[in-house]
């Protein structure tokens, strides 16, 4: 459990660090698009593993019911895409490749370990 929860923490910061340069903390909204753009950022840099978004939602048990929605509607809606597009561009250029293969690898290895 303390994984998990760290785990939340890692997410925020990570969208946080993302998000410095506007100087202001990161809205639902951009949790949100952050949280989608994690998602997709992780699949591109390990396109053999499998890790439903669902899986991906799941390995965030504190995470509010109204952000897992949201991460759900910025990952599946079209007209989310140009915005999705961009934060996920943002996360590969301001966030460390280094601690964005930690954070991936950490999902696929626990939604493996609960299969």
Request: proline share 4%; glycine share 0%; hydrophobic share 30%.
């Given at each position: 459990m303390p994984?998990?929860?760290s785990r939340i923490g890692v997410f925020a910061a990570l969208i946080g660090c993302t998000l410095a340069s506007t100087a202001h903390a990161a809205s639902e909204h951009e949790m949100a698009v952050g949280g989608a753009a994690l998602y997709q950022v992780c699949g591109e840099k390990h396109p053999e593993k499998e890790l439903s978004l669902e899986q991906?939602?799941?390995?965030?048990?504190?995470?509010?019911?109204?952000l897992a929605n949201d991460i759900r509607e910025?990952?599946?809606q079209p007209k989310h895409k140009a915005e999705l597009e961009q934060m996920v561009?943002?996360?590969r250029?301001?966030?460390t490749q280094e601690l964005l293969e930690v954070i991936?690898?950490?999902?696929?290895r626990d939604a493996k370990g609960r299969e």
């Open positions: 994984l998990e929860r991906f939602i799941s390995l965030h048990p504190h995470m509010s019911t109204q910025f990952s599946s561009v943002r996360m250029t301001e966030a991936c690898d950490s999902y696929y």
